[in-house]
């Protein structure tokens, strides 16, 4: 079992930055792929970017990658999302991922 832990949500104001971390306390996180995905009210979960562990290739969501940035700790099993220039729409609730594993997920509001 994998336990996942996401941190760093809050209330950003629109334009502003954000950096969420996902830990995986007691595991090594290794070769797997770790994800973000995010869901806003009333609308299904997306994905938001992801990073092979082993080598830190990343991948995002389609317009994002310019203001997103995904990376990782190797020796510390942790992944970070920094999102900038944030806007309403990003509003919502990111989780993180690995295979079949989900974290409980960390609130981001933007708003004024």
């Known amino acids: 079992q994998l336990r996942l832990v996401e941190s760093g949500g809050g209330v950003v104001p629109p334009g502003g930055s954000l950096r969420l971390t996902c830990t995986a306390p007691g595991h090594k996180f290794g070769i797997n792929k770790v994800s973000w995905y995010r869901q806003a009210p009333g609308k299904e979960r997306e994905f938001v970017a992801s990073?092979?562990?082993?080598?830190?290739?990343?991948e995002y969501k389609a317009f994002i990658e310019h203001i997103t940035t995904i990376s990782r700790e190797p020796s510390q099993s942790t992944v970070w999302l920094v999102m900038d220039v944030m806007e309403p729409a990003d509003t919502g609730t990111y989780y993180c991922?690995?295979?079949?594993?989900w974290g409980q997920g960390t609130q981001v509001t933007v708003s004024a």
């Open positions: 991922d690995v295979g079949t594993f």
């Open positions: 990073i092979m562990y082993s080598n830190g290739t990343p």
